[in-house]
C-alpha cells in the first residue's frame, strides 16, 4: 500500500523578517528561530487536556474546493437606532415593558426565557433506565451598548471594561441566588451563530445545572493534580508561553492564544495568567486587563477579513455551589464558525457520531495571521 505524501498544511507563519508592516512588528511577541515542527506536516492528532479528548488536524484540507453554501460577509449597514428593536433605549418589549433609556450596559430579564424558575419541578417519572430531573433558573439580556448598530469590537475599551464589570456583577448577583448552582455568560455574533437582532448583546443563564463542559474541566483539573501537584490550566498556560508561537497578544495579568488543540480555526482563550475559579476574583486591574485584551482580540478578528467577524463567546468559570474551586482557571473562550472568508466549519458526521473534531487548520498558523493584524478596527481607519 502507498502512503499518501505529506503535505505542506498551509502557509508557515511568516519570521520576523518577513513581515513588512510596522504597526504589526511592534505588537508581534518573539517567535522562535527555528522552523516549528508543525510546518513539516498538518496530519496529526493533538491532545486536548481539558476535554480528555484528540483532536484529528487534517490542516491540507483547508484549500480542498468547496462548492457547498458560502456565508455573506458584508457589514450590515444598521443605523445606530431601531424602533423595531426590542432591545433598543425606551422601546417596548413582546412583553409590553419599555426598555429605560439607558446610557452603558442595561440588564433585563429574558421574555422568552428558555431557562425558569416557572419550569416544572414534579416530573413523571421515564420508564427503565431512563432518568430526569427539573430544569430551572433564570436567564437574562445584557446590552453592551445603546447603539443599535456597534459590536463589541467597534465599542470603545472603557465600554468593554464596563461590560466586563457587569458580568462580575452578574455573576455575584445571580451566584448568589437559592436555587442556582452556574451562571454562564455567553454571546453569539452573527446570523451565522443563531443571532437574533444586530443589537451588541448577550445573555446569562443562571441555572439549577453545571454544564457539562466545565464538569469536564474540572475533572481533568482534578485528575492532573492529583498526578502532578499542579494546576493544568497553569501548565497549558506555561506550554502557550514557552512556545509562543499561537499566542495573540498579552498584557501583564492576561494572555490570548489559540491553544495547541483548537478545534475551530480561530479558537482563542484569553485567560488570566493568575488562577482563578470565577470572575467575580478578577481584581480591578484584571478586571480591566481582560477587557482591554478581549477587545484587542476582537479588534483584530474584525481586522483579518474587513468584517463584523462571527464568533460565540463564552465565559468558562466554576459552578457557584458554595463550594471552593481552586483547581478551576477562569477563562473566555471564543469559537468563531468561520475557517476562511465566507467559509464555516461544519460539524460533520463522524465528528458528530465518532465524537472527535477534526480541524481544517493549525492553530500556529491562524495566531500568526491574527498577529500580523492591526489594533486599530478597520472602521476607524
Ligand atoms: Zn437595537
Not at 454544564?211 to 506550554?239: C, M, P, W
Not at 483548537?262 to 493568575?274: D, N, W
Not at 467575580?280 to 476582537?298: C, K, R
Amino acid at each position: 500500500m502507498t502512503r499518501p505524501h505529506r503535505r505542506r498544511p498551509e502557509a508557515c507563519p511568516p519570521t520576523l523578517h518577513e513581515r513588512t508592516s510596522p504597526s504589526s512588528l511592534a505588537v508581534v511577541p518573539s517567535l522562535p528561530m527555528k522552523p516549528p515542527s508543525y510546518c513539516a506536516g498538518g496530519w496529526e492528532q493533538r491532545w486536548h487536556p481539558l476535554l480528555r479528548e484528540w483532536v484529528v488536524f487534517s490542516a491540507h484540507r483547508q484549500n480542498r474546493p468547496w462548492t457547498g453554501e458560502q456565508v455573506a460577509t458584508s457589514a450590515s449597514g444598521q443605523s445606530d437606532y431601531d424602533p423595531e428593536c426590542y432591545l433598543c433605549p425606551g422601546n417596548t418589549r413582546v412583553s409590553a415593558l419599555k426598555n429605560q433609556n439607558y446610557q452603558g450596559v442595561y440588564v433585563f430579564d429574558n421574555d422568552r426565557p428558555s431557562i425558569s424558575f416557572d419550569a416544572p419541578t414534579d416530573l413523571s417519572p421515564p420508564t427503565g433506565l431512563y432518568r430526569n430531573k427539573p430544569a430551572t433558573g433564570l436567564t437574562r439580556v445584557l446590552c453592551y451598548s445603546p447603539l443599535h448598530n456597534l459590536t463589541m469590537a467597534e465599542l470603545d475599551t472603557a465600554q468593554v471594561v464596563d461590560v466586563v464589570r457587569e458580568w462580575q456583577n452578574q455573576t455575584r448577583l445571580l451566584g448568589e441566588m437559592p436555587g442556582i448552582t452556574s451562571v454562564t455568560i455567553f454571546e453569539n455574533k452573527g446570523e451565522i451563530c443563531g443571532m437574533s437582532n444586530p443589537h451588541p448583546h448577550g445573555q446569562i443563564y443562571a441555572t439549577n445545572f453545571v454544564y457539562k463542559t466545565v464538569e469536564s474541566h474540572l475533572q481533568a483539573a482534578e485528575e492532573h493534580h492529583a498526578q502532578t501537584g499542579r494546576i493544568l490550566f497553569q501548565d497549558i498556560l506555561a506550554a502557550e508561553l514557552e512556545d509562543a508561537t499561537r499566542i495573540v497578544a498579552q498584557n501583564d495579568t492576561m494572555v490570548a492564544f489559540v491553544p495547541y488543540f483548537a478545534r475551530f480555526s480561530y479558537e482563542i482563550y484569553i485567560a488570566p495568567k493568575r488562577s482563578v475559579a470565577h470572575i467575580t476574583a478578577l481584581n480591578e486591574q484584571e478586571a480591566t486587563d481582560l477587557a482591554t485584551l478581549l477587545h484587542e482580540v476582537l479588534v483584530r478578528l474584525d481586522n483579518l477579513w474587513s468584517m463584523p467577524f462571527p464568533y460565540l463567546l463564552m465565559l468558562q468559570q466554576a459552578p457557584l455551589d458554595g463550594a471552593e474551586y481552586p483547581l478551576f482557571h477562569f477563562h473566555i473562550a471564543l469559537y468563531p464558525p468561520l475557517r476562511a472568508p465566507e467559509l464555516r466549519k461544519y460539524v460533520a458526521a463522524h465528528e458528530i457520531g465518532g465524537g472527535n473534531f477534526l480541524a481544517d487548520t493549525m492553530p500556529e498558523v491562524k495566531a500568526a495571521e491574527l498577529r500580523a493584524t492591526s489594533t486599530t478596527h478597520y472602521t476607524q481607519r
